[in-house]
């Protein structure tokens, strides 16, 4: 059964670069599309992009500016960038496994990592 | 982007209860609508998928219904752990998105 574990710092400085890696452990990183989501304290859910195996990526417009994400087979890791951040972007961060044609529900989750954005 | 409108964003029930969410969608989703259960702290679980599918391991007491824009999400005879927080999300087509969420409390 695949699992999947968030890591990264907890706290970040406004203007700065948001770096999180998700560990897949359990399974096969070459199927499935790896993704992130986001969800500010109190608040709802917002898919922010996903990668492939063959590094293809789709990201939300609203952040496409300011993501990056990419995958490392040889550590079986995935990782996520969102660059000049601000106290927006304070959330909870979960990583996620979506089905390889993209179209299809989010069906593991990781346990989530808050990231505050703050001076 | 497809706009998922979940109603109501509260509700307050008792056990033994059976309790519907409903979930409309700004266009057709051709039935790709997902529910997921988040505890507090916790991530979301996956509940529901292709608009009525259980994924294995999830009770019999949740079910899903819907076509065109209008979705369900019905929980039968309602349970201790399921007072939590419940998302519908579309998977038609991109960017991916979910409601505002619906909050099942104790009453």
């Known amino acids: 059964q695949v699992q999947l574990e968030e890591s990264g710092p907890g706290l970040v400085r406004p203007s700065e670069t948001l770096s999180l890696i998700c560990s897949v452990s359990?399974?096969?990183?070459?199927?499935?599309?790896w993704s992130w989501i986001r969800q500010p304290p109190g608040k709802g859910l917002e898919w922010v992009g996903h990668v492939s195996y063959s590094g293809r990526t789709n990201y939300n417009p609203s952040l496409k500016s300011r993501v990056t994400i990419s995958l490392d087979a040889s550590t079986i890791q995935f990782s996520l960038k969102l660059n000049s951040v601000t106290a927006a972007d304070t959330a909870a961060y979960y990583c996620?496994?979506?089905?390889?044609?993209?179209?299809?529900?989010?069906?593991?989750w990781g346990q989530g990592i808050l990231v505050t954005v703050s001076s | 982007a497809i706009r998922m409108t979940q109603s109501p964003s509260s509700l307050s029930a008792s056990t033994g209860d059976r309790v519907t969410i409903s979930c409309r969608a700004s266009q057709g989703i051709n039935g790709f609508i997902a529910w997921y259960q988040q505890k507090p702290g916790k991530a979301p679980n996956l509940l529901i998928y292709g608009t009525s599918s259980l994924p294995s391991g999830v009770p019999s007491r949740f079910s899903g219904s819907g076509s065109g824009t209008d979705f369900t999400l019905t929980i039968t005879y309602l349970q201790s752990e399921d007072f939590a927080t419940y998302y519908c999300q579309q998977y038609y087509s991109y960017p991916l998105t979910f409601g505002g969420g619906t909050k099942v409390e104790i009453k």
């Open positions: 996620a496994r979506l089905g390889s044609d993209g179209y299809s529900p989010f069906d593991t």
């Open positions: 359990g399974g096969t990183i070459r199927t499935h599309l």
